[in-house]
């Protein structure tokens, strides 16, 4: 499939969750004061079976993710003026080759970005396509139970369309609620080692909550397999050993964020 997707890229993660986390983040010497700040919301509309939380949209393969500069830590470096957020409507899993032809290359132009990427974490290999918007979005609204109902996602046309392409309609979007925030920070790092940047972003939810450092690449698909083999060399020499199985930590913390939204509601 990459063949037909020529522009298309692979981008390579390693995810490490827990403690790991935490002591990757200080072998690698990423300071807080000195990423990227920002705050993170998801949308779904989640609820209680049994022991377990379903997430509708994600089960359907939607992800919709809102990212603020969070202005409200000290020393943050996401807090400056002309910092944007961004709105992404994501695909993910998906087969890029039953989408339209307009959903099948990646393009961009001023304040939005449409890319289709495959994502490589171990062994696991899945497509994603994501259109990116740019903009002055203000947070959602509580989404605890304590506060105003919250808003639905502020989708351009655009997202709307790339959505239905997973059976997410506006009746689907109707029982939406914004979840988070997941506070998280990012830094881009140069190696004399990596022909592209490293990109580290680390999440935490709450204080007690689960937190995870992704280390990721791009690589065009016939570089793929040498950047992965010697980004996870390069972890492996700072002492870290990610989990064989890589969980994604999107749908592990917006599970979190859930049961947290649906403790607080109910």
């Known amino acids: 499939m990459a063949d037909t997707f020529r522009n298309a890229e692979a981008e390579i993660k390693i995810i490490l969750a827990g403690g790991t986390a ?21 949308w779904d509309a989640p609820r209680e079976d049994g022991e377990g939380i379903r997430l509708p949209l994600a089960e359907a393969g939607a992800i919709i993710r809102l990212r603020r500069p969070d202005r409200g830590t ?30 099948r290359e990646n393009r961009g132009g001023k304040g939005w970005e449409f890319k ?24 959602p609204a509580s989404g605890d139970g304590n506060g105003p109902a919250p808003w639905p996602p502020p989708l351009t046309p655009g997202q709307r369309d790339l959505l239905a392409h997973a059976g997410i309609t506006d ?10 925030p997941v506070r998280a920070a990012r830094w881009k790092l140069s190696r004399p080692d990596l022909a592209r940047p490293l990109t580290a972003e680390f999440w935490s939810v709450g204080d007690d909550g689960p937190c995870f450092l992704e280390l990721s690449l791009r690589a065009p698909h016939a570089d793929a397999p040498g950047a992965q083999e010697l980004l996870e060399r390069i972890v492996r020499e700072q ?18 964020l859930a049961r947290n939204h649906l403790r607080g509601a109910g």
């Open 74 to 103: 000290k020393g943050n470096k996401g807090g400056g003026k002309g910092d944007r957020s961004d709105l992404t409507a994501k695909l993910r899993p998906c087969d890029p080759a039953a989408l339209p032809a307009k959903w």
């Open 22 to 42: 935490e002591d990757a983040r200080r072998s690698l010497g990423l300071e807080p004061g000195n990423g990227k700040r920002l705050g993170i919301h998801f």
């Open 116 to 139: 289709v990427e495959e994502d490589w974490s171990g062994s696991d290999r899945v497509w994603s396509a994501s259109l990116k918007v740019d903009g002055t979005f203000e947070p």
């Open 171 to 180: 009746d689907g979007l109707r029982d939406a609620v914004a979840l988070g």
């Open 239 to 256: 002492g870290l050993r990610p989990a064989p199985q890589q969980a994604s930590k999107t749908q592990t913390v917006m599970t979190e």
